[in-house]
């Protein structure tokens, strides 16, 4: 389930007037902001079909547009004669169709979600794509080209160049992108969010944000993300955990969650350390 805030309906309107007017959007924010969701929301209210292709380094042009894989083997005996014997025998090759083909054929809508986790030349092929409408074919011995449909259409997402894991995008490549910030949500869009997808009240969705906000504001201002209120959030929903600072079930729960991410913050620090400081912002309960 999306949720709705005011800050969403604007970009989600916008985005639709910027890709029915012909252009890529790219969504660039921190892990956890919600960058997937609001592409598939996006996607669904154009009301086309999707694919969605996940960026990594080993991601390769073969994986996009397609390649041999194998052989289809067909053998003729002919004896039907009973002095003639027949033999005949076609090898052909097989060809696996890349992701892209089908959506550049038909006018999908595609989202490359975490797209500067690819090796910059596999992202080369989109500058065609982009450009000049077409995309082209490698390795196929029919068409060199497939000329993209008219309602064809594609939201780029990645994190901050600063993650590890990812390649510094081409220049060439983002300025034919239009390129929105995502940061993390203000504090009662996040109560709304977690009080509507979890369905925790709103008590206990202010209690939830309260520490995770604090825990973010040692940081980057963005870690721990949204992920992990809803996290805990979700776990407290339905395993029955009280949303309470004094509850050593909830105070477990919150170890559990916020530790790995609140270390990414201190990362001098041993995790002890790092429990302590959260549990020290737990018991700090009203404060904002």
Same mark, same amino acid.
């Given at each position: 389930?999306?949720?709705?805030?005011?800050?969403?309906?604007?970009?989600?309107?916008?985005?639709?007037?910027?890709?029915?007017?012909?252009?890529?959007?790219?969504?660039?924010?921190?892990?956890?902001?919600?960058?997937?969701?609001?592409?598939?929301?996006?996607?669904?209210?154009?009301?086309?079909?999707?694919?969605?292709?996940?960026?990594?380094?080993?991601?390769?042009?073969?994986?996009?547009?397609?390649?041999?894989?194998?052989?289809?083997?067909?053998?003729?005996?002919?004896?039907?004669?009973?002095?003639?014997?027949?033999?005949?025998?076609?090898?052909?090759?097989?060809?696996?169709?890349?992701?892209?083909?089908?959506?550049?054929?038909?006018?999908?809508?595609?989202?490359?979600?975490?797209?500067?986790?690819?090796?910059?030349?596999? +992202?080369?092929? $989109?500058?065609? =794509?982009?450009?000049?409408? &077409?995309?082209? #074919?490698?390795? !196929? %011995?029919?068409?060199?080209?497939?000329?993209?449909?008219?309602?064809?259409?594609?939201?780029?997402?990645?994190?901050?160049?600063?993650?590890?894991?990812?390649?510094?995008?081409?220049?060439?490549?983002?300025?034919?992108?239009?390129?929105?910030?995502?940061?993390?949500?203000?504090?009662?869009?996040?109560?709304?969010?977690?009080?509507?997808?979890?369905?925790?009240?709103?008590?206990?969705?202010?209690?939830?944000?309260?520490?995770?906000?604090?825990?973010?504001?040692?940081?980057?201002?963005?870690?721990?993300?949204?992920?992990?209120?809803?996290?805990?959030?979700?776990?407290?929903?339905?395993?029955?955990?009280?949303?309470?600072?004094?509850?050593?079930?909830?105070?477990?729960?919150?170890?559990?969650?916020?530790?790995?991410?609140? +270390?990414?913050? $201190?990362?001098? =620090?041993?995790?002890?350390? &790092?429990?302590? #400081?959260?549990? !020290? %912002?737990?018991?700090?309960?009203?404060?904002?």
């Amino acid at each position: 389930m999306f949720v709705k805030t005011e800050k969403t309906e604007e970009i989600i309107t916008k985005t639709i007037k910027y890709i029915k007017a012909g252009y890529p959007v790219h969504f660039v924010g921190p892990s956890g902001i919600g960058k997937t969701s609001l592409a598939l929301q996006i996607a669904s209210q154009l009301n086309r079909p999707v694919t969605i292709i996940r960026g990594h380094h080993e991601l390769s042009n073969k994986d996009l547009l397609g390649q041999h894989y194998g052989i289809t083997k067909k053998e003729i005996i002919d004896n039907y004669i009973h002095s003639v014997y027949k033999r005949e025998q076609v090898i052909k090759p097989i060809w696996v169709q890349g992701q892209l083909i089908e959506a550049v054929k038909h006018g999908h809508v595609v989202i490359y979600d975490e797209f500067s986790r690819s090796l910059p030349e596999t +992202n080369n092929i $989109f500058l065609a =794509l982009l450009e000049e409408q &077409v995309l082209p #074919l490698y390795g !196929k %011995e029919k068409d060199s080209f497939i000329p993209c449909h008219p309602n064809f259409s594609i939201i780029f997402t990645s994190n901050p160049d600063e993650y590890a894991g990812t390649f510094h995008t081409q220049d060439a490549l983002l300025d034919r992108l239009i390129t929105i910030s995502l940061d993390t949500c203000d504090t009662e869009d996040e109560i709304k969010i977690l009080h509507e997808k979890t369905g925790i009240n709103e008590e206990e969705a202010k209690e939830v944000v309260r520490l995770v906000t604090k825990l973010r504001s040692y940081g980057k201002g963005f870690c721990p993300s949204l992920r992990a209120s809803l996290m805990i959030a979700t776990i407290a929903q339905k395993a029955s955990i009280p949303i309470l600072a004094e509850d050593k079930q909830y105070q477990a729960l919150c170890l559990d969650v916020l530790t790995r991410p609140v +270390n990414q913050s $201190f990362p001098e =620090l041993k995790n002890k350390a &790092v429990q302590e #400081l959260i549990l !020290k %912002e737990l018991l700090k309960k009203g404060e904002q």
